[in-house]
C-alpha cells in the first residue's frame, strides 16, 4: 500500500496549487482520506478529510473557506485544492488514509504518503 503525493511547489501569496495522492493497489474505496502538512519546527497538523464515498469532508479552520478536499474513487486519487495561498500555508504536505470514515488526528491514520512541498512567498 504506497500513496504518492505531487504538485507542491513555489508559489506567491494569493495564488493557488493543487496537491494531488495517488494510492496503490485496490484498497483506496474502504479508507477515509487525509492531508496534513508539518512546517519547520513546527507539530505536524491536520488540513482536511474526506469521507470514503466523498460526500462528506472536515477541515482545519486556518484553511477553511480557502481549500477544498475532493477524491476520485475510480482513479485512486485525492485531491487538495489551495486558494489564496499564505505564507503561513508554507510547509510538507502528506495524504494519509485511515479505516474511519472521516478523521481528523493523525494518530488514526494508517497510511502514510511522502510529502510534497509547498512554499508560498509574501
Known amino acids: 500500500v504506497q500513496l504518492q503525493a505531487s504538485g507542491g511547489g513555489l508559489v506567491q501569496a494569493g495564488d493557488s496549487l493543487r496537491l494531488s495522492c495517488v494510492a496503490s493497489?485496490?484498497?483506496?474505496?474502504?479508507?477515509?482520506m487525509g492531508w496534513f502538512r508539518q512546517a519547520p519546527g513546527k507539530e505536524r497538523e491536520f488540513v482536511a478529510a474526506v469521507s470514503r464515498s466523498g460526500g462528506t469532508t472536515d477541515y482545519a479552520d486556518s484553511v477553511k473557506g480557502r481549500f477544498t478536499i475532493s477524491r476520485d474513487n475510480a482513479k485512486n486519487t485525492v485531491s487538495l485544492q489551495m486558494s489564496s495561498l499564505k505564507p503561513e500555508d508554507t510547509a510538507v504536505y502528506s495524504c494519509?488514509?485511515?479505516?474511519?470514515?472521516?478523521?481528523?488526528?493523525?494518530?488514526?491514520?494508517?497510511?502514510w504518503g511522502q510529502g510534497t512541498q509547498v512554499t508560498v512567498s509574501s
Open positions: 494519509a488514509a485511515t479505516p474511519h470514515n472521516v478523521a481528523t488526528r493523525g494518530s488514526l491514520y494508517k497510511y
Open positions: 493497489g485496490r484498497f483506496f474505496s474502504p479508507y477515509g
